[in-house]
Antibody, heavy 129, light 107 residues
């Protein structure tokens, strides 16, 4: 059974950084892309970025370029999301999500492989002075 | 980026009604459209991919249709457990983008 378990809630001051972990299990870690999506309180879903766990190659939404970093540790099958220069409008629940289809079966532009079948439980990050 | 617009933003339905949620893309996205269900305090759940393909274990009262720029999620005879917010998502071009959501309540 696929599981994505995220780290807990965090409170940060403006200007600080936050690092969220997403521990995966129950499937071949290197075969499925992982995305990060966030949701501000009372708002919709916003795509942040994607990582190929096999190669470590990433792609980020333009608005997060320069302050978002997604990495992975293949030995622990964990993906990390690091967001820096936090602002109050970064207050949100952050989700990791797994693409259900192994990427070897995807023929299009890899960043658009985004059928998000399995999700972490979410990690609330509150940015407040 | 492709803009996804959902309507209505909220609706209230009675058991036995037919619920229709609309999603419009700012440009043609062929059939690259997914639907998610999100219950309060929970992560989204993938319901439908490629505009009309139900995920395993999704009840058959859910259906999706459409192509190009106009798509519809239909719930026939909604149940109490269908109270949730529903989001569409395009996977035609990067970055993937989501609609603003439609909140479904039961009377």
């Amino acid at each position: 059974q696929v599981h994505l378990v995220q780290s807990g809630a965090d409170v940060k001051k403006p200007g600080a950084s936050v690092k969220i972990s997403c521990k995966t299990s129950g499937y071949s870690f290197s075969s499925h892309y992982i995305h990060w999506v966030r949701q501000a309180p009372g708002h919709g879903l916003e795509w942040m970025g994607i990582i190929n766990p096999s190669s470590g190659i990433t792609s980020y939404a333009q608005k997060f370029q320069g302050r978002l970093r997604v990495t992975r540790d293949t030995s622990t099958t964990t993906v990390y999301m690091d967001l820096s220069s936090l602002r109050s409008d970064d207050t949100a629940v952050y989700y990791c999500a797994r693409v259900g289809t192994p990427y070897t079966f995807f023929s299009g532009y890899w960043v658009t492989s985004a059928d998000l079948e399995d999700w972490g439980q979410g990690s609330l990050v509150t940015v407040s002075s | 980026d492709i803009q996804m617009t959902q309507s209505p933003s909220s609706l209230s339905a009675s058991a036995g009604d037919r619920v229709t949620i609309n999603c419009r893309a700012s440009q043609s996205i062929s059939h690259y459209l997914n639907w998610y269900q999100q219950k309060p305090g929970r992560a989204p759940k993938l319901l439908i991919v490629s505009a009309s393909e139900l995920q395993a274990e999704v009840p058959s009262r859910f259906s999706g249709s459409g192509s190009g720029t106009s798509f519809t999620l239909t719930i026939t005879s909604p149940q109490a457990e269908d109270v949730a917010t529903y989001y569409c998502q395009q996977t035609y071009s990067a970055p993937t983008t989501f609609g603003g959501g439609t909140k479904v309540e039961l009377k």
